[in-house]
């Protein structure tokens, strides 16, 4: 038994399978149709499942799945078999609600992919080569928004959906005051 709780793998699928964020962390896949066939089958097995409110648990060639599905994004987290899966689960609920967080409750496929730098940085925040770091959705959020860019910045800068909510800042603020 390990002395620190490791993870396979984060994947976040959309609704037909197709990568949106990936991070292996362990050589259980060595090449990319290894690791591809690995996230087909993940997909195929959990997709007729219902589980929208909670996580749900399944093992899969020797490792621990734990998987949740919001819209059409699927978050997954793999695990070896020998892994506790209630730590599984709050790696999972961690990385889940700081998606939540980043991408201000509109958890969706486009979404995603319009903020995926800042979806990868969640990635890193949360695992760095296998180790959980952090699990509480809030910090990982926090540490996350102070990477990408600030609010001070010049709009060329932005990216439209920052734009866009910069903008909404301000007009909330100049309404309120």
């Known amino acids: 038994m390990e002395a620190c709780p490791s993870v396979k793998n984060i994947l976040l699928l959309d609704s037909e399978g197709k990568r949106v964020a ?6 259980d896949w060595p090449t990319n149709s290894a690791k591809e066939a690995f996230e087909k089958s993940v997909f195929t097995k959990t997709q007729k499942t219902n589980a929208r409110t909670e996580a749900e648990i399944a093992m899969f ?21 020998d892994e506790n899966e209630l730590i599984l689960a709050t790696v999972l609920q961690g990385f889940f609600d700081a998606v939540g967080l980043l991408l201000r409750g ?10 995926l730098d800042l979806i990868l940085l969640c990635l ?14 809030n910090v990982i959020a926090g540490k996350v928004a102070t990477h ?30």
């Not at 919001?70 to 793999?78: A, K, R």
């Open 22 to 27: 990936i991070k292996y962390y362990s050589d």
């Open 61 to 81: 060639e020797n490792s621990i799945v734990v998987y949740k599905f919001v819209q059409d994004l699927h978050f997954f987290v793999t695990g070896g078999e």
């Open 106 to 115: 509109n958890v969706e496929k486009r979404e995603a992919l319009e903020n």
């Open 124 to 137: 890193d925040e949360i695992v760095d080569g296998g180790i959980v770091l952090e699990t509480d959705a």
């Open 148 to 177: 990408s860019v600030d609010s001070g910045a010049p709009l060329s800068e932005q990216t439209i959906s920052q734009a866009l909510a910069t903008a909404r800042e301000h007009l909330a603020r100049s309404l309120l005051s």
